[in-house]
């Protein structure tokens, strides 16, 4: 590192201007396992603390990117982590025009220079849920969209708990050792279990897939009885 507080200042600002003139790229991934769900993932980070999440226009109208995004018609909600952000849409709305304006809705907002959101976001001053709240609104979920979503192909994703902030779940029927489980844990189950509970740091699978692949958790084994003589 340079003795000079000035040069290492001047590098640093040389930097960010290299990175500031890179093209901006945004990739879109849609949930295998809900239609109404999409990640969109930039080249840029957006927001370096915890997740954010806006499930109403007045909610997002307090942050620069949440302002833009929100006043989408058909934007229902805003997850935004890191370097994603996962939008929920209305029923009605049609991805083939959404995309589009949310990908030129991004972008703008970082050309403009302004922080995508305030330092505080994220901090509500709301008490933190506690796991068997989380668990309920992971529960919730189950119940009202995803299950019915995999029905239809024999399968179903079961709460096992909610322990730390970490979710461990089954699957059963046709989704026990079917080779595409992973896919559709990571890119669909995750993006919803985000929007209902963005507090949850990991999804952990405790299903026994068989196929000589042993379960990715089990609980802690009880300690066997003694006989008495």
Request: hydrophobic share 40%.
């Given at each position: 590192m340079s003795e000079s507080p000035v040069a290492d200042l001047a590098l640093?600002?040389?930097l960010a201007l290299a990175r500031a003139d890179q093209p901006i790229s945004i990739r879109a991934e849609m949930s295998l396992a809900d239609g109404d769900?999409?990640?969109f993932t930039v080249s840029r980070s957006l927001h370096a603390g915890g997740p954010v999440l806006?499930?109403?226009r007045g909610q997002a109208a307090d942050a620069p990117l949440g302002g833009r995004l929100g006043g989408l018609r058909g934007v229902a909600s805003v997850l935004v982590a890191g370097n994603v952000v996962t939008i929920g849409k209305a029923p009605g709305a049609s991805w083939t025009v959404l995309k589009a304006a949310i990908g030129a809705a991004i972008?703008?907002?970082l050309q403009s220079g302004v922080p995508a959101l305030p330092e505080t976001a994220?901090?509500?001053g709301a008490p933190a849920r506690s796991d068997a709240e989380l668990g309920a609104a992971?529960?919730?979920l189950l119940d009202r969209e995803v299950n019915r979503a995999i029905a239809h192909h024999g399968g179903k994703i079961s709460l096992v708990e909610v322990r730390d902030r970490r979710l461990f779940i089954t699957m059963s029927g046709g989704c026990q050792g079917c080779a595409s489980s992973q896919v559709t844990l990571q890119q669909g189950f995750e993006v919803m279990v985000k929007r209902v509970a963005p507090e949850i740091t990991a999804i952990v699978d405790a299903t026994d897939h068989a196929a000589g692949r042993r379960p990715f958790y089990r609980p802690p084994a009880t300690a066997a009885m003694t006989?008495?003589?």
């Open positions: 640093a600002l040389a769900t999409c990640k806006w499930v109403s972008r703008a907002q994220g901090a509500t992971v529960q919730q006989p008495t003589p």
